[in-house]
Structures are given as C-alpha cells and as structure tokens.
C-alpha cells in the first residue's frame, strides 16, 4: 500500500538534511508504529508524506497503491487516501467544525467523481460516528479545534478519519497529552477503523499506546533512518531499556 | 480664517453646481448647512482626516462615470419578507417601491417636507450632523444637508412587523447621488433598516438617527458592487438612556468608499456596535472612518472592523473612543484587522483612544496579516482544495464582524452572499 524508498528530506530554508534514506513498505491491514527519539525525523516523515511546505525531497519516493505522492499536492494526497492525524491538530476559529467535516468529505468525494453527500445524510453519518468517540453536539457546531482541550482534539482527529475513511492513516504521536482515559477512547476509535484495506502507521515514544492499538510491526527511527525493525516485542524493549542499547547496536 | 485659495475654489466649484432646494420646513437647516460648507471648505489631500484617501474625486464637481454592474444574481435581501423603498440614482421609485406604510413606523418621502412647515424632522434634520462637525470637521456631511433632495424620513413609534429594505439601483454611468434619510426611534421601539446597492456613480449619503430611551435599531447594509462606483456616507447616531444601536456594513468591490460614522452616547446604560467586514481586490480603496463620544454613565460601545484585501487593495481605519469628564464605567472596544492575500495591498490604521474619565474599560487593537498558513495546509490536508480552503479562511477571518448581527437569518444570507463572491472570484 505504502511504499516509502530511499527517501532523502532536507528543510528548504535552511541546508540541513532531516530525513536520510527512509525505506518503509506499510501493507493493507497491517498496523506499522515507528518509535525513535527525539529529532529522529518522525514528525518530518509524516509532514512530507501529507505535503507539508518547507521540505525538500532530494531523493527518493513514496507511492500510494503505486501512485507517487511526492509530486501531488495536499488535497490530491488527501483524495487519493492519506490522512494524517496531526501532533498538535490547528485551531481555525470562525470555521465550524461541521462545516469543516462536510467540506472536506465533499471535497473528496468530489474529487474521486462521486456523488456529494446531501446534509441530512451527512448530519446523520457524523452523528453517529460522534456519539461512539463521545463528541457531543456542541463540539461539533464551535470553531474547529477553537477551546478544544488535548483530549478533544486528539479525539476530533479521529473523528476527520471516520468520516473520511482514508485508506492510509498516519498517526504522529496522537498518545501525546492524553490521559489514560483518552487514550483508550483515542485508541477504540482507531481500532474500530482497523479493516483488511486500510493501513496505519503510528507514530509514538511511547509503548503504552501500542497497548491499545496493537501494531503487526515496529520501527525504530534514528537519525532519519529506520534503524531497526521487528515485531510488537520490539517496542517493549524500547519501553524496558531506552534507545541507547538498540543505537548501540546498531552502529 | 479664510481657506486656502485652492480649497476655496474646489469649494466653490462644487457648490455652484447644485441648487439648493427651497421651502419647508428644512430650509434653515438647508442654509445654515451651506453656510458650515462654505466656511470649512470641502475636504483636500492637505487635511489630517483625509490623509490615507484622496478626496478629490469626491468633491469634483462631474462624477467619474461608473458602469453599472450586471450582477447576474438576485440583489441582496430578495428573499426577505420587507417593506422596499427603491432608489434609482438617488430619486426615490414609487413604483418599484412598495406601499410605505407598515404598522409602527411611518415612512416619508424627504421632498414631500418642502410643502410643511411643522414636521418633527426639522428637530433633526441637520441638527445631529451639525453636531457631528465636532471636533472633527466633515463637510461632505454639511454638503448633504444642504443639498440632499432625496431620502426618507422614518418615525419607529412601535416595532414593525418586518424590515425597512433602502434599495439603491444604479442606473446611469454618470449619476451623482445625494440621499439624506432621518430615522427617529421612540422610546421603547425597535427597527430593523436594510440597505443595499451602489445608489450612483458617487453617491454622497447621510443617515442621522436619533434613539429616544430604551429604543432599539438594528441598519445592515450591503454596498454595491460595481466596480467603479464610489461612495462617501456618514452616519450620525445619538443614543439615549438604555437604547441600543446596531451597525453592520459589507462592502465588496466599489473603487472608493469612506464610511463614516459618528455615534454619540447622551443617556446612560445604551449600547452601540458599529462593525464592518470588506473585501477588495486592485485598485478599490475602503475607509472606515469612527467617531464614538462616551458622553454618559456605563454605555457600551464596541467596533468590529474586517478588511480583507488583494492585489493592491488598500483598506483604511480611523476610529476614535473619546471618553468624556463624567463618562464613568465605559466600556470601549475597539479592533481593525486586515488579510493581506499578497505584498501589494495595504492597510493603514489610525487607531484612537481620549479618555477623561477615571473608572472606563477602553481597549483597541488593530494588526494586518497573512492568510494562517497552518490552518490552509490543516485544510488541504483533509482533502479541501487551496482556493476553496483559502475561501474558508477568508470567511473565518471576516466573521467576527459578520457575528455582530443580531439576525441570524441576515447574518446567514451575508455569508452566503460572501461564500458566493469568494469563489466566483477565484
């Protein structure tokens, strides 16, 4: 589904290589997490794979079912199936969340040719899907994100990803600002997105969030690189010791 | 103190122009409005309240033609349950015009006074505008006065079943404008006054409104769009005890606009909002020009200015809080903000706070940015092309302004109104 080779970034305004030769294959319905430390090129992978300005690619590429992200833009990204569920999700005051749903989900129907979905359809599809994230009614008519606390905005994340149905989901550190509660409800809302067509890549430091969402295969992410890769076990290594044995080892 | 020679001849120019119009009961208003004219001498280059918009083309004595714009869509309140009261060029439209009469308010035409002598508009007429000229002069107002012929006169005696719609149809390429409305609420009563279109060429409108205690207007207006219309209109209100003002304006498109409004608070515990949200591109040219005086106890007054501007637009703001000896407990706000969409457009501000009172909550702001590029990519991210995004931005940043109508039904059909030009235009 995913297939990430070779792949170089450097931050445009400034020469200072980020990324340096990432190689990652995501299958569908397979759940990948990377971990890695600080500065390790996390966020920046998954900010160049949704299109983020300020990066350069200077090598490599990154297909979607065999179609090249790296030359689309954003919204072309977005209509073919990624989503990133954003670290820090952006407050757009004046912009209701509702309107903000709709018009994306319209705006990627339109762009796959399919029919737009009418208001009441859509009012009772985002109802729906909501309620089972506990998203109240009021949540859904404020500003986008505006008065949010961590916790609501990590779950109205996952509510865009409902709604959108993308059949890539990035998750960048979604676990950060949560408390257990939140997590768990963060986590059966993405657990109950899990399908055989659907692929996820979860971006976290921590294990405890790979309790709730169960990843088929860990990276270790170092120095813009995938250092290291292996099963679940994997992550509890990194919970248990730190980094510092698995760098080790690898140099 | 004589005028400078130039200012005198433009001023003369301008005057020997027009006629004014004679008998009634507004006549001595008419004259001593000419008189003010003649001794301030109409606004130049020169002048501190003319410094960010050039005024020439307003005082010229031949307007600058202006093609009438063919829209292609229905004008603006269309859908509304109202009580229309059509202009066309500046002179009033009987037939387009609905039957002016509606239970709670009575409506006449401003010409129909030059065959009285007793008419409660004479206590008005002129009367607030002179007050206005205070301590800022602004001749352009006392040109109206004198020389208005058209306009109507609004006595709200109870709370009318649905709005008053001032529609201003453009006609001619070359027509110039001069409209003069007085609206008088009662105490206790309550109004709703639309007005939309372009009116004219250039289009020189006063509207002066007196709010007895407890009484309550709401004025949303929408100026036309043509493209190369120009408009200069001042609004003067004086607030009584309790009584409660609600201004909004939308401006899209129209090559020059100053919009003034000077609000004056004489009653205790009254509350007005002036706000405005605009949108222009090239080389339109908007000025929102505030005077709001806090000459009494615990009133509230409150400005929402929105500008969004492109390729080389221009926006302007002077607004003014003048918190009068005595005026304790006022709450003054005051904010002016821009979207800059590129390197070329600007916004000038000159906001203003004179306080004289010790125990006021006054604050302004005033900033001028770029569209929030973390938000358009959030945007895009989940799918929403960059125009379209950009669109939603744009309206977001223009709500605050829009959100100061009280009607969420006329708040609605703004930004729908607004939704639809954005894109259109992309």
Sequence with gaps: MLEIKNLHVKLEEEDKQILKGVNLTVEAGKVHAIMGPNGSGKSTLSYVLSGKDGYEVTEGSATLDGEELL??????????????????????????????LRTAVNAQR???????????????????????????????????????????KKRNEILQMAMLEPKMCILDETDSGLDVDAMKLVADGVNALRDEGRGFLVITHYQRLLDHIKPDVVHIMAAGRIVKTGGPELALEVENNGYANILAEVE | MALPELKQSTT?????????????????????????????????????????????????????????????????????????????????????????????????????????????????????????????????????????????VIHVTGSPSKPINLIYVHDSDSSDAILHHVVKVDSGAEATILENGPAASRFNKAMEIDIADGGTLHLVRAQGRDHERRAATHLFARLGSESVFKSFTLTVNGVLTRNEAIVEFTGDDAVAHVAGACVGDGDFHHDDTVFITHDAVNCESRQVFKKVLRNGATGVFQGKILVKPGAQKTDGYQISQSLLLDDDSQFLAKPELEIYADDVACSHGSTSGAIDEDGLFYLRSRGVPEGEATDLMTLAFLAEAVQEIDSDEIAAEVNERLHGWLSRRR
């Design chain 1, 110 to 152: 339109k762009a796959r040719d399919e029919e737009e979905l009418s208001a009441s359809d859509f009012l009772k599809v985002v109802r729906e899907k909501a309620k089972t994230l506990q998203i109240d009614a009021e949540m859904l008519k404020r500003p986008v994100n505006v008065g949010f606390s961590g916790g609501e």
């Design chain 1, 71 to 100: 030359d689309l833009e954003p919204e072309e990204r977005a209509a073919l199936g990624m989503f990133l569920a954003f670290q820090y999700p952006v407050e757009i005051p004046g912009v209701g969340n509702m309107t903000f």
């Design chain 2, 12 to 152: 003369a120019a301008r005057l020997a122009a027009l006629s004014l119009p004679e008998g009634g009961c507004l006549e001595v208003a008419r004259r001593a409005a000419l008189s003010r004219v003649q001794s301030m001498g109409l606004p130049d280059r020169r002048d501190e309240y003319w410094k960010y918009t050039r005024p020439d083309t307003l005082t010229a004595v031949e307007a600058p033609r202006a093609a009438v714009l063919e829209a292609g869509e229905a004008p603006m309140f269309a859908e509304f349950d109202r009580l229309k009261v059509v202009f066309v060029d500046g002179v009033f439209d009987a037939e387009a015009s609905d039957d002016l009469a509606l239970e709670g308010v009575t409506i006449e035409r401003l010409s129909d006074l030059r065959s009285k002598d007793i008419h409660w508009a004479k206590d008005l007429y002129g009367v607030l505008e002179a007050r206005g000229q205070s301590p800022v002069e602004r001749p352009l107002a006392a040109l109206n006065t004198a020389f208005a012929e058209d306009g109507v």
